[in-house]
């Protein structure tokens, strides 16, 4: 079997998996991040080099207060506690998007865990945390604007590759693969650049209900697909 080299997750479904049971929406997340924790050891067992999963997106922010709190404090306990069970698994955490709009305690612990996990060579582990693709390529631009406007680079020479060299992605192959659970057909403003040539596989199981066996599906799913770029 082709494993996939980059994993893509959009973790969806949790607010709904927790309606479904008559609990609070951030119970739905917290399972969430069991089925990460779940996902993240199999993609280390599979060989998978690069996860990278939509934490929390810059459209998030729009939530109920209470709501963005509880993300907030869930996904900080989950980098203090995770530490580690990351050490353990050899897991490198990374993050990408505007972290400054982070609040301090949070980021914090996220610059801490990063550290820490620095020399890690199993799986690497990218949260996108208050991440927006649009974002991330106008970003990408005044980063190149301010590179030509040094000296550094000449206009002329930008093509997809040095593009590609300006996005937070800057370290980490194309995902081969994006995931979306919960049945819904949009990429919602993740990695817009990068999915160009990624395989698609989407569940209608709610995030929560995610575990290991759905991840072996999906790479099953991915060995049927027959990759062109585009061409023949
Ligand atoms: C989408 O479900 C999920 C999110 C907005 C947050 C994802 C967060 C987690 C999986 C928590 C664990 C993550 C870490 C890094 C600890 P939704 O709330 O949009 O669900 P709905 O569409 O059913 O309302």
């Known amino acids: ?28 997340h917290e399972e969430g991040a069991e089925s990460l924790r779940a996902v993240l050891t199999a993609c280390g067992e599979q060989g998978v080099e690069f996860l990278t999963v939509y934490a929390f997106s810059t459209e998030n922010w729009k939530r109920p207060k209470t709501e963005v709190a509880a993300l907030m404090r869930l996904l900080t306990h989950f980098l203090k506690k995770e530490i580690p069970d990351l050490m353990a698994k050899n897991v490198r955490l990374q993050a990408i998007g505007r972290l400054t709009d982070l609040p301090d305690f949070c980021r914090r612990e996220l610059h801490n865990a990063i550290e820490t996990t620095a020399q890690n060579t199993g799986v690497t582990l990218v949260l996108a945390l208050s991440y927006s693709g649009r974002m991330e390529i106008i970003d990408g631009i005044q980063s190149l604007l301010r590179e030509i406007k040094l000296g550094h680079i000449d206009a002329a020479m930008i093509d997809a590759e040095v593009f590609s060299k300006h996005l937070y992605t800057r370290y980490y192959p194309d995902p081969d693969l ?17 999915l160009s040539y990624t395989e698609m596989y989407v569940t209608t199981k709610l995030w929560p209900d995610f575990r290991k066996p759905d991840l072996l599906d ?14 023949l």
């Open 1 to 28: 079997m082709t494993i996939p080299r980059h994993i893509a997750i959009i973790m969806d479904g949790n607010g709904r998996w927790a309606k479904q049971r008559g609990l609070p929406r951030i119970r739905g």
């Open 178 to 194: 994006l995931i979306r659970t919960s049945g819904e057909m949009r990429i919602s403003n993740f990695l817009l650049w990068q």
């Open 218 to 231: 999906a790479i099953r799913d991915y060995n049927q697909r027959q990759r062109r770029y585009g061409g």
